[in-house]
């Protein structure tokens, strides 16, 4: 179980390496980079983390804190790059979400992409929900 600094960073540094200006890239960026903590050698050790806390539900709630606390490092940066509040806040949210569920589908069983290849799709199908028709 990571702890939280550390788990942030992930994201983080993926953020401030990015050039972009518009929230969701750098939401991309920083997905992107967290990414690259989850090679596929990894995938047994997250499986059985998960049933540990699937079965725990003060385990549970400690997840849902790190993600809450994830959002709010997202955010404070977006803040800093200059988005608008609630840009970013929605955007650090909707990267938090996109995060939640590609874990989710990665460590499903007989699940054999990539944690970045899922994670992208995931991204491109909430990116396709939000486009303008």
């Known amino acids: ?10 994201f983080l540094d993926g953020l401030e390496a990015s050039t972009s200006t518009r929230p969701m890239e750098l939401v ?19 499986r059985a983390r998960h ?3 699937a079965s725990n539900v003060a385990l549970q709630e400690r ?3 790190k993600m809450s606390g994830l959002i709010e490092a997202l955010t404070s940066a977006l803040l800093a790059r200059g988005v608008e509040q609630t840009a970013a806040a929605l955007a650090a949210e909707a990267g938090v979400s996109v995060f939640r569920r590609s874990f989710a589908t990665w460590i499903a069983a007989g699940e054999t992409r990539s ?8 991204l491109s199908q909430l990116l396709t929900l939000l486009a303008p028709t």
């Open 1 to 10: 179980f990571t702890g939280q600094d550390a788990f942030d960073a992930l």
């Open 28 to 46: 991309a960026a920083a997905l992107e980079n967290a990414a690259a903590f989850f090679p596929d050698e990894r995938r047994p050790w997250s």
């Open 51 to 53: 049933a540990v806390l």
């Open 63 to 65: 997840e849902l804190h």
């Open 115 to 122: 944690f970045a290849d899922i994670q992208r799709g995931v």
